[in-house]
């Protein structure tokens, strides 16, 4: 729901929106690149892209990234095949528990829950389908892209979130590190476009 390339190869969702507003806001022409999520940070590091349309902050980012003022909160949830047990994520040591790889949900896993097994998946539709097969116990994903990845496969239903909320997080857009100019200028039209 965030950001997602169409049947016709059109970017659509939130993000999408929201920088198209910020275009019109700022008078400022925006080009979209559609890659893998493990590009966009390439992408922006590399100079390759100027903006990441949106992502958490972590430490490691933050080593080449300088990032917005928050510009949305999203919810991170665990979710397992629909007639399974559903258990905090605590109680599935030595399971295997997916997420997309190289996503903040990925780290988290690894640095903060070492007896979990995690698995990375190149997207959310893989995660979901991994988690359907059996591959893994539980899914750990934002709870709107889950839910929206399961809409356009015809899967609602098939999968069920269990009732906490992992966490919840603030999303930034993120420059390359230096780029203060251009931060300033993202910050200053977002501060234009959302609601105070």
Known sequence: PFTVIDPISEPRGLLIDMWREWSKATGTPIEFQ?????DTL???RSGEADIHSGLFKNAERSEYLDFSEPIHEIKTGVFFKAGGELVPLD???GEKVGTIEDTYQHRYIQ???SGLNVVGYPSGEDLALALLKGEIRAAVSEVPA???TLARLGLQGAVERHRDIMFSNQLFTAVKKGRSDLLEKINEGF????PT
């Not at 559609?34 to 493990?38: E, I």
């Not at 501060?191 to 959302?194: F, M, P, Q, V, Y």
């Open 111 to 113: 640095e903060n829950l």
């Open 146 to 148: 889950m839910r929206a």
């Open 191 to 194: 501060r234009a476009i959302l």
């Open 42 to 44: 390439k992408a922006v």
């Open 34 to 38: 559609a890659t893998s999520w493990a």
């Open 91 to 93: 109680r599935l040591a």
